[in-house]
């Protein structure tokens, strides 16, 4: 069973910055891809950025430009780095990987909260 633990969240000003962690436990498989999701209160859960094993990236527009997805695949860790962090972008953070056991199965964190301030 893969787990997935992520790190980085709290409270910034606008225009600051954070690194989201995301480390991934419990398999010997491929991590075909690893991305990062947000859900504000009331919204559904968006695509905020994502990477493959091959390192294709791939970035909501809403983010483009200010953050930045990348991954250790010895260490099975992806990285989110979120730069000129405005208050819309207040959210939780949901890590997601997809894992090549033979059938490509996901899974989800548990979320790490993201909170902006004007």
């Known amino acids: 069973q893969v787990q997935l633990v992520e790190s980085g969240g709290g409270l910034v000003q606008a225009g600051g910055s954070l690194r989201l962690s995301c480390a991934a436990s419990?398999?010997?498989?491929?991590?075909?891809?690893i991305a990062w999701y947000r859900q504000a209160p009331g919204e559904q859960r968006d695509l905020v950025a994502a990477?493959?094993?091959?390192?294709?990236?791939n970035y909501a527009d809403s983010v483009k430009d200010r953050f930045t997805i990348s991954r250790d695949n010895t260490k099975k860790t992806a990285f989110l780095q979120m730069n000129s962090l405005k208050p819309e972008d207040t959210a939780v953070y949901y890590c997601?990987?997809?894992?090549?056991?033979?059938?490509?199965?996901?899974?989800w964190g548990q979320g790490t909260q993201v909170t902006v301030s004007s």
């Open positions: 419990g398999t010997t498989f491929i991590i075909k891809r």
């Open positions: 990477i493959t094993s091959s390192g294709h990236t």
């Open positions: 997601h990987v997809v894992v090549d056991e033979d059938s490509l199965n996901q899974y």
